[in-house]
């Protein structure tokens, strides 16, 4: 029977961490970061492919260093060091798909484009078919999801066995004296 455990006050459990053992912070948000990082990197190879942009676009940073990020699937974290995985505006479109829609010129009275002929065409309004749902963002995280925290709780079990093993030593060092 396996537990959940949700942290109400991460703030409060973070500081009786630095006070068991004060490295504690920085090795979980190096592993935040590589978690992120190894997550981007398989979302990568998921990724429907035309060119490299939208591929060369994903990549794991903090939250805190994208403030005006839009966020999808998070929410508000008090973490200073929350990771996430950030790509191109239009990722949404490709993982989830779009619907048969018209498309019309809004700030010039013709919409110019390439055809498929190379010559421009000028047109008020396109009926754009819509676009299939090519899901590799979320499908990827639900299969990663277990190893991440797997990794992540490896962090924290490390560093207070670590602890636990420094108070024994010090006990027993004391007592010998």
Do not use: C
């Not at 403030?67 to 993982?95: C, H, M, Q």
Request: no cysteine.
């Amino acid at each position: 029977m396996a537990l959940k455990v949700r942290i109400r006050n991460r703030e409060k459990l973070m500081k009786a961490f630095n006070l068991l053992e004060p490295n504690i912070v920085t090795s979980l948000a190096g592993m935040q970061m590589k978690v992120a990082r190894d997550l981007a990197d398989t979302i990568k190879t998921y990724a429907p492919v035309q060119s490299g942009t939208y591929r060369d676009s994903i990549h794991a940073d903090r939250l805190a260093d994208r403030p005006d990020a839009s966020l999808k699937g998070i929410t508000k974290t008090t973490d200073p060091n929350a990771t996430g995985v950030f790509a191109a505006w239009y990722w949404r479109f490709l993982e989830f798909g779009t619907r048969a829609h018209t498309i019309r010129a809004k700030n010039a009275p013709l919409l110019v484009f390439r055809g498929r002929e190379g010559n421009l065409k000028y047109m008020r309004e396109v009926s754009h078919p819509g676009s299939p749902a090519q899901p590799h963002i979320f499908p990827v995280y639900r299969a990663e999801r277990k190893n991440m925290r797997r990794r992540l709780a490896r962090v924290v079990n490390r560093a207070v066995k670590k602890a636990v093993d420094n108070q024994k030593t010090t006990k027993t060092d004391g007592e010998a004296a």
